[in-house]
């Protein structure tokens, strides 16, 4: 776990006093999109969390991201668990502060005797928990921390193999210039302002699989920051209703995506033969996270101070787990998932999982 000598202090606090180099300086904090904050803002703990998991490279599932829950499934159900898709929970049920079951929207009551939740802090706290139930110490620290920053991305396929198109597996950051903070300052405060930092991956590229299931194909994403007030106009429409306005701020996102993506990659220009943008909208229509952010809570030295960030929560047999207990990531949602289940279990049962030889 992080020390919190440096979690407390933020990226450029500790970062300065090792060099007054600007570029230098940038570069040291190129990766911080992976966590969604600039380094006056972020905790120094997150950025060496993450420069830590790059930094022998980095791993991809095989067959895409979708094979990872695929391939639990089968021990999941195997062990007599059940998994339900479209099944919303309405409330989690407590009684004398204590988690019992759930309530689902369609109104059937499923009880346990341990209730973990993965829907984030902010919704677990807020609104799985009824109003009259809620603790004032979870809003009050929840509140001392802001939903991490939103997004849009292009999703595109190519009609032609990442061979043929020379396309790299890692992954690209580009920025406007070395001044990180202001720029992001500037772009937050100006409305419909073109993104200062994107994202391009190459996710076909990554998987040993891609050229066997759909040969002679490629495909790319370019992500780029976008504030969710700048969509809340149409924010209670339904998805894929949202009228012609939004239809025409999507498509002119897309072409300028599109060309930055067509200036770092120029070889790719008439092969794309599908592109599709998602929102901030989108994001929270899929994940439900309430201002369409990618990373959850904000990663600020605040964050890490917060008691309520753990597995135990302040209700008997309620637990948290997934990316707001850790850090921002798969790596870290999955390895949020072991904590939680020594808290549960009390037992180190990440002895025994270094241990397993399959």
């Not at 419909?192 to 066997?212: C, R």
């Not at 092969?271 to 990618?294: A, M, Q, R, W």
Request: hydrophobic fraction near 35%; proline fraction near 4%; glycine fraction near 6%.
């Amino acid at each position: 776990m992080m020390n919190k000598r440096y979690s407390k202090q933020t990226t450029h606090e500790v970062l300065s006093s090792l060099t007054k180099n600007e570029k230098l300086f940038s570069v040291l904090c190129a990766q911080c999109g992976n966590y969604g904050l600039t380094p006056k803002q972020s905790s120094f703990g997150v950025h060496a969390l993450v420069v830590t998991h790059y930094i022998e490279g980095a791993a991809y599932p095989v067959g895409g991201a979708a094979n990872i829950h695929k391939s639990m499934e089968d021990v999941i159900e195997k062990h007599g668990g059940m998994i339900a898709i479209k099944a919303d929970v309405k409330h989690i049920i407590i009684k004398d502060n204590t988690a019992i079951g759930v309530l689902m929207q369609n109104g059937d009551m499923l009880y346990a005797k341990n209730i973990i939740s993965n829907a984030g802090a902010h919704n677990t706290f807020n609104k799985l928990i009824l109003p009259e139930l809620q603790k004032a110490e979870n809003t009050i620290a929840l509140n001392k921390v802001m939903p991490s920053v939103s997004h849009v991305c292009i999703y595109v396929g190519l009609n032609a193999s990442d061979e043929e198109l020379n396309l790299p597996k890692y992954n690209i950051w580009l920025y406007e210039n070395y001044k990180f903070d202001e720029t992001r300052e500037l772009h937050l405060k100006t409305k419909d302002s073109i993104s200062p930092v994107f994202y391009i991956s190459f996710p076909s590229a990554k998987d040993s699989e891609w050229p066997k299931k759909h040969p002679g194909t490629a495909a790319i994403q370019v992500l780029g920051s976008y504030p969710f007030n700048w969509m809340q106009e149409w924010e209670h429409m339904r998805w894929q209703k949202r009228g012609v306005d939004y239809e025409a701020v999507k498509e002119e996102l897309k072409n300028v995506f599109l060309e930055k993506l067509y200036k770092t990659l120029p070889q790719i220009k008439g092969k794309v033969e599908i592109c599709e943008l998602s929102t901030p909208l989108s994001t929270k229509h899929f994940s439900n996270y309430d201002k369409g952010e990618i990373y959850g809570l904000e990663h600020t030295p605040e964050r890490f101070e917060l008691k309520q960030l753990r597995p135990k929560t302040n209700y008997k047999n309620l637990y948290l787990t997934g990316q707001d207990i850790i850090a921002v990531g798969v790596c870290s949602a999955m390895f949020a998932g072991i904590i939680t289940s020594i808290n549960i279990l009390n037992r180190n049962v990440l002895w025994r999982i270094a241990r397993y030889k399959p």
